[in-house]
């Protein structure tokens, strides 16, 4: 096809396409071309393609090479993406594809068909640029946890190691009264941190190792270790599962736990009582912890497992993490965890685990 043939193809294409030849010397220019660089043709057809920028003062790309001379040193496809200045000021993101033009076999020029990928090149900036904060803040978390879980909590010990030692020495009861309420206010910001540190490590994660557990023995374990606060506000925990629920779970389960006798003690009224039991659904099985609170409100029944989250009850302060924590541990085991009301007043807290993980 000859060069003037061209010349009618090519304004028939809605993509902008210019012919140069050999000396990089524009020999034809499409109306798409024209109308989006705000182009005439009388300003650079006949003109080499570096003369027309400077014409026109348009400030051209220094570090870009211009493609027609390596298609027409070896004859083969050359794409090149760069950022080209039109004539009114504006710049614009091209894909250039740029082909060797023969006659008689012979390359007497080049077609280059340029592409405006403007949008999508910006939308790719950002996107990374989006990326890259996204990593830096994910460095920040990582660096947050780590601190909490190491400096912090260590300090949070050795206070309360101090004020277990100074306890144990002081013959003052008054001032006996004030360290115990300040071994308790430590005791809750070690609660507080190594919360938040697992809520941190959870949330991070998309899968756990599983390993086969007897859940009764991690329950009845838990139990133990809340028989003293249970025991100050004269709240009875009753088991009622005593058989073994072997299942393939995360140790992370016993947060679970944790986290569900945790609130029932503290949201309980003294002298009500706590009942947990662990139920056998063939294929799965049912954790229940019920209280006999003041229940959880229709409205609030799904958002106190929302991390941060918590109902106000009076003079019971927390960070609204255990429950989020609970929820999450559910799903990495595939389960889920809710709450119903107790038909006896309070809540009724369940969490349902498959006893095999896939």
């Known amino acids: 096809m000859k060069i003037e043939e061209l010349k009618d193809f090519i304004d028939s294409l809605g993509e902008m396409v210019m012919i140069i030849d050999k000396d990089k010397r524009i020999l034809a220019a499409n109306a798409a071309l024209m109308e989006r660089c705000k182009f005439k043709q009388n300003e650079i057809v006949g003109k080499k393609c570096y003369r027309v920028s400077h014409c026109l003062k348009i400030p051209c790309p220094e570090d870009v090479v211009c493609p027609a001379d390596e298609v027409v040193a070896t004859g083969k496809v050359k794409r090149v993406v760069h950022t080209h200045h039109i004539k009114n000021g504006k710049k614009m993101v091209v894909e250039i594809s740029a082909s060797p033009l023969r006659e008689d076999g012979e390359i007497i020029g080049v077609i280059e068909i340029i592409r405006d990928i403007t949008d999508s090149y910006s939308f790719q900036e950002s996107l990374k640029a989006s990326l890259e904060k996204f990593k830096k803040t994910m460095e920040i978390k990582e660096l947050f946890s780590d601190i909490l879980t190491h400096d912090l909590l260590n300090v949070a010990n050795i206070i309360l190691l101090q004020s277990e030692i100074l306890l144990d020495r002081e013959t003052c009861e008054d001032t006996k009264e004030d360290l115990k309420r300040m071994k308790k ?163 009724i807290f369940y969490v349902r685990i498959p006893k095999k993980q896939r």
């Open 185 to 347: 206010n430590v005791e809750r910001l070690v609660n507080m941190i190594e919360n938040a540190a697992r809520y941190a490590r959870l949330h991070s994660i998309e899968s756990l190792d599983f390993r086969q557990m007897d859940l009764t023995r991690l329950l009845k374990g838990v139990v133990t270790a809340f028989e003293e606060a249970a025991k100050e506000k004269n709240i009875k925990i009753e088991v009622k599962v005593h058989s073994p629920r072997v299942a393939m779970v995360n140790p992370n389960i016993e947060s679970v736990f944790y986290n569900l006798i945790s609130n029932a003690i503290k949201f309980s009224p003294p002298g009500k009582r706590v009942v947990v039991d662990i139920i056998d659904e063939k294929d799965t099985y049912l954790i229940m912890v019920k209280d006999y609170g003041p229940g959880v409100p229709d409205e609030e029944k799904e958002s106190i497992f929302e991390r941060f989250k918590r109902i106000e009850k009076g003079t019971v302060k927390g960070t609204g993490l255990g429950l989020a924590i609970v929820k999450r541990v559910a799903e990495l085991h595939h389960g889920k965890a809710w709450v119903v009301d107790n038909p006896e007043g309070g809540s």
